[in-house]
């Protein structure tokens, strides 16, 4: 019979084809929370740094209870900084009360003033927001507030910014 071998040639083509396949899937997986960021320090280095609140938000990506937050209330001027990193992140004229329980802000002070980055944790979609210059994790950015001027709600945990105030002379 000629055809067995023909069947064991076909076979042996099928499994190395199936070989080389395998070989070639290999690639690096690129992460988008994997960007570089101006200022990074060790996890030792943040600990000590920051208060247990402050690293479990920001570098553990944690959030706050609702209106828990300092600022959640706060209607007094000034700018809003980076609680790792003092990095200017939001103005006080661009905070409103959403009634979430968070601080919130309808922009970031600039365009670079944070990074954004796609959330999937906890069985949801969500936008997460971070600090553009450490990484730090601030909160949430939500496309749900039209009454706004951009539409958009930066839903920001109180812990992970510190309220620098404006002096009035
Ligand atoms: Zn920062």
Known sequence: MKSIPFIVLILSLGLNACGQQSTSVKEEKKDSTMAT????KSESEWKSQLDDEQFRVLRQKG????FSGK???E???GVYCCAG???PLF???TKFDAGCGWPSFYEPITP???????DISHGMVRTEVVCGKCGGHLGHVFND???QPTGLRYCINSVSIDLDKKEDK
């Open 75 to 77: 209607n007094d001027q």
């Open 112 to 118: 670079t003033a944070v990074k954004e980055n796609k």
């Open 63 to 66: 959030t706050e209870a609702p």
């Open 145 to 147: 507030s039209p009454e």
């Open 91 to 93: 103005k006080s004229d």
């Open 85 to 87: 990193c003092n990095n």
């Open 71 to 73: 600022y959640y209330y």
């Open 37 to 40: 960021f101006e200022v990074v």
